[in-house]
């Protein structure tokens, strides 16, 4: 009998951007290069978005608000709009529901194309250009060749990078390096670890669990320094109420997982032991389980697992090099770099080497500090790749710094600014760090997108709301009309920065911009409040859960009408109604007006209205 080899279908496909990696990061960056015109890949070896956060992980979404310690921090723009679309269609944290609306998002997203459980294995490199990437999609048994101008790194691992050539650092740098205070003295190649997460759930009633043979056994002692089920006295001896705070995602409650569950390997190459180190991992995540329930009194008496995460979740491994390094005094000066695009504020949070092995040891050093820092547009591209970006926890940043970069709120938003700097060079025919000649204008279109640049205000010479004379039917005092133009989206120290009606009479509260002249304008952007104050993340932790409130914030507009005039009659009208997103976009054909008026009819449960910017082109 000759049984002949059969050959592997092959497929040829060519875009503009090719985005490698569907985490947050990742989709933030394609939705933004879609967007913007470009025609753009997102490539992903999962069978769901949503990297860390996806219902494989399930890892809280950490940001620059730490957790709520600092909420005029939270991250807007395409994360936001995720989070927002999340809370008006899955009040009750469902997995399942994220990532569909993950899915959705993608799916329904023009100049985008997807391609799940896709794992691309290998580059083809010319003159420190990247031509084309292979992967492969194990559920159709394809193999894939994509051709690209712009290429971004978006794996976490820098694989694409790696495989590429591209310039990468692992480990830490010396205190010397960098200057950085809190940096080993001599250079060391530590990576923080992988975990494992799991869910438990309260049945009311006793349940039995029996530990599996393969678990390993924990004491009391050997978990000392790590919070788990209810804190102990003798933990509150080791750790701080911050550290308690930041380090447990805000939660020593038996049910949501423990992100210390986390271990590093044996070798200095974590991603080559990535598989021993999960074998590893669910050893320990039911050993502790064991110990929770089985090794003392810790609350567990009623709770059962309902689930186990069985693909860690990585926090570090290479960082690609770019023409600039975050370092540590970056962050702590909440260094304003000029080319920044966004932002970060989580501490920088360093695990120990040896993750849960560690056990004489608190399991992070976490270095606090006030404010924010910015992150410039030269972290995110390659220094010797000409075509390669990166956005993740792989962007060019010290492993001091990447402690507080890594945070995928943090990632999100330098995602977003990433693909739209993507689209600006295919449309200006150039190579990434070229950008930096239209920094300012890449600036200026991520606030338009509803991103956040601190000490970076709307200044758009194409906004006729800037120069039109702003009233309002009623407004609170230090809540003016004028705020709806002041050229920030948050309340900063200086500005709320947003109108407030008083009430909402019966007919709406109307805002007007009158122009003095006319002009021919097709769209309207408007800017909601959602009171940062309270967070909208998906998460499994239930006391993160209880938090927030139920469905969208009720400060969001709901309902309004939007009208065009000219002369005094009304020449254009649009209502929207059931709105939920805090970035509104309207588009028409271009119609040439002297006024534009926004009433607003109903909000989502808040007695007054809240707008923070309006825009008119």
């Given at each position: 009998?000759?049984i002949?080899?059969r050959?592997?279908?092959?497929?040829?496909?060519?875009?503009?951007?090719?985005?490698?990696?569907?985490?947050l990061s990742g989709?933030?960056?394609a939705?933004?290069?879609?967007?913007?015109?470009?025609?753009t890949?997102?490539?992903?070896?999962r069978?769901?978005?949503g990297?860390?956060?996806?219902?494989?992980?399930?890892?809280?979404i950490?940001?620059?608000s730490?957790?709520?310690?600092?909420?005029?921090l939270?991250?807007?723009?395409?994360?936001?709009?995720?989070?927002l679309?999340?809370?008006?269609?899955?009040?009750?944290?469902?997995?399942?529901?994220?990532?569909?609306?993950l899915?959705?998002?993608?799916r329904?997203?023009?100049?985008l194309?997807?391609?799940?459980?896709?794992?691309?294995?290998?580059?083809?490199?010319?003159?420190?250009i990247i031509?084309?990437?292979?992967?492969?999609?194990?559920?159709?048994?394809t193999?894939?060749?994509?051709?690209?101008k712009?290429f971004?790194?978006?794996?976490g691992n820098?694989?694409l990078?790696?495989?590429?050539?591209?310039?990468?650092k692992?480990?830490?740098?010396?205190?010397?390096?960098?200057n950085?205070?809190?940096?080993?003295t001599?250079?060391?190649n530590n990576?923080?670890g992988?975990t494992?997460?799991?869910?438990?759930?309260?049945?009311?009633?006793s349940?039995?669990?029996?530990r599996?043979?393969?678990?390993?056994?924990?004491?009391e002692?050997?978990?000392?320094?790590?919070?788990?089920?209810?804190?102990?006295?003798?933990?509150?001896?080791?750790?701080?109420?911050e550290e308690?705070?930041?380090?447990?995602?805000?939660?020593?409650?038996?049910?949501?997982?423990?992100?210390?569950?986390?271990?590093?390997?044996?070798?200095?190459?974590?991603?080559?032991?990535y598989?021993?180190?999960?074998?590893?991992?669910?050893?320990?995540?039911?050993?502790?389980?064991?110990?929770?329930?089985?090794?003392?009194?810790?609350?567990?008496e009623?709770?059962?697992?309902?689930?186990v995460?069985?693909l860690?979740?990585?926090?570090e491994?290479?960082?690609?090099?770019?023409?600039?390094?975050?370092?540590?005094?970056?962050?702590?000066?909440?260094?304003?770099?000029?080319?920044?695009?966004?932002?970060g504020?989580?501490?920088?949070?360093?695990?120990?080497?040896?993750?849960?092995?560690?056990?004489?040891?608190?399991?992070?050093?976490?270095?606090?500090?006030?404010?924010?820092?910015t992150i410039?547009?030269?972290?995110y591209y390659s220094?010797?790749?000409?075509?390669?970006?990166?956005?993740?926890?792989?962007?060019?940043?010290?492993k001091?710094?990447?402690?507080?970069?890594?945070?995928?709120?943090?990632?999100?938003?330098?995602?977003?600014?990433?693909?739209?700097?993507?689209?600006?060079?295919?449309?200006?025919?150039?190579?990434?760090?070229?950008?930096l000649?239209?920094?300012?204008?890449?600036?200026?279109?991520?606030?338009?997108d509803?991103c956040?640049?601190?000490n970076?205000?709307?200044?758009?010479?194409?906004?006729?709301?800037?120069?039109?004379?702003?009233?309002?039917?009623?407004?609170?005092?230090?809540?003016?009309?004028?705020?709806v133009?002041?050229?920030?989206?948050?309340?900063?120290?200086?500005?709320?920065?947003?109108?407030v009606?008083?009430?909402?009479?019966?007919?709406?509260?109307?805002?007007?911009?009158?122009?003095?002249k006319?002009?021919?304008?097709s769209?309207?952007?408007?800017?909601?409040?959602t009171?940062?104050?309270?967070?909208?993340?998906?998460?499994q932790?239930?006391k993160?859960?209880?938090q927030?409130?139920?469905g969208v914030?009720?400060?969001?507009?709901?309902?309004?009408?939007?009208?065009?005039?000219?002369?005094?009659?009304?020449?254009?009208?649009?209502?929207?109604?059931?709105?939920?997103?805090?970035?509104?976009?309207?588009?028409?054909?271009?119609?040439?007006?002297?006024?534009?008026?926004?009433?607003?009819t109903?909000?989502?449960?808040?007695?007054?209205?809240?707008v923070?910017?309006?825009?008119?082109?």
């Amino acid at each position: 009998m000759i049984i002949l080899k059969r050959d592997v279908k092959s497929k040829e496909m060519s875009y503009d951007v090719v985005v490698v990696g569907g985490g947050l990061s990742g989709m933030c960056a394609a939705i933004a290069a879609a967007r913007h015109g470009a025609k753009t890949a997102l490539i992903h070896a999962r069978p769901v978005f949503g990297g860390n956060a996806s219902s494989e992980i399930r890892m809280h979404i950490c940001g620059a608000s730490a957790n709520m310690a600092k909420p005029m921090l939270e991250e807007s723009g395409i994360l936001y709009e995720l989070l927002l679309e999340n809370k008006a269609f899955n009040d009750y944290f469902n997995y399942s529901i994220w990532d569909m609306i993950l899915y959705k998002r993608i799916r329904e997203q023009d100049n985008l194309s997807f391609y799940l459980n896709t794992v691309m294995d290998d580059c083809t490199v010319k003159d420190n250009i990247i031509t084309s990437i292979m992967a492969y999609q194990q559920t159709t048994e394809t193999r894939y060749k994509i051709t690209g101008k712009i290429f971004v790194d978006a794996t976490g691992n820098s694989t694409l990078g790696y495989l590429a050539g591209a310039e990468y650092k692992t480990g830490s740098e010396s205190k010397k390096e960098f200057n950085e205070p809190h940096a080993p003295t001599k250079s060391n190649n530590n990576t923080m670890g992988n975990t494992l997460l799991f869910k438990a759930v309260d049945r009311g009633t006793s349940i039995h669990f029996k530990r599996p043979d393969f678990a390993y056994t924990f004491t009391e002692e050997q978990l000392k320094y790590r919070t788990h089920g209810k804190v102990s006295e003798q933990t509150k001896k080791y750790l701080d109420e911050e550290e308690i705070r930041i380090t447990s995602v805000g939660s020593a409650t038996i049910d949501t997982g423990y992100w210390w569950i986390e271990l590093c390997g044996n070798t200095d190459d974590i991603i080559d032991e990535y598989e021993e180190i999960r074998d590893e991992l669910v050893c320990c995540i039911y050993g502790i389980w064991d110990h929770i329930k089985n090794g003392g009194n810790h609350g567990a008496e009623s709770y059962d697992l309902e689930w186990v995460g069985m693909l860690p979740g990585m926090r570090e491994s290479r960082r690609l090099v770019g023409d600039y390094m975050l370092n540590e005094n970056d962050i702590l000066e909440n260094r304003q770099f000029d080319d920044a695009v966004c932002y970060g504020g989580w501490p920088m949070d360093i695990h120990t080497p040896n993750g849960l092995y560690d056990f004489d040891k608190k399991p992070s050093e976490v270095y606090f500090f006030d404010g924010t820092y910015t992150i410039p547009y030269r972290s995110y591209y390659s220094k010797n790749i000409e075509n390669l970006m990166m956005a993740g926890r792989n962007i060019s940043a010290t492993k001091m710094a990447m402690g507080s970069t890594r945070v995928m709120g943090t990632c999100a938003v330098g995602g977003q600014a990433v693909g739209t700097a993507a689209a600006m060079c295919i449309d200006n025919n150039c190579l990434p760090h070229e950008i930096l000649n239209h920094i300012h204008k890449l600036q200026q279109i991520l606030l338009k997108d509803d991103c956040y640049i601190p000490n970076v205000a709307n200044c758009d010479k194409y906004d006729k709301a800037r120069e039109a004379t702003v009233k309002a039917s009623s407004e609170r005092e230090g809540f003016e009309a004028a705020n709806v133009v002041s050229g920030i989206t948050r309340q900063t120290e200086s500005n709320t920065n947003l109108w407030v009606s008083d009430g909402v009479a019966k007919g709406g509260e109307t805002l007007s911009f009158e122009f003095g002249k006319e002009y021919s304008v097709s769209q309207i952007r408007l800017v909601f409040d959602t009171n940062f104050n309270y967070s909208i993340k998906q998460t499994q932790n239930s006391k993160r859960q209880k938090q927030q409130r139920k469905g969208v914030p009720s400060e969001l507009v709901k309902d309004y009408s939007v009208e065009l005039w000219k002369n005094n009659s009304v020449v254009f009208r649009k209502n929207i109604c059931e709105n939920h997103q805090r970035l509104n976009v309207i588009d028409f054909p271009y119609i040439s007006c002297d006024k534009l008026t926004i009433t607003i009819t109903e909000t989502n449960g808040a007695k007054d209205a809240h707008v923070y910017e309006v825009r008119i082109y």
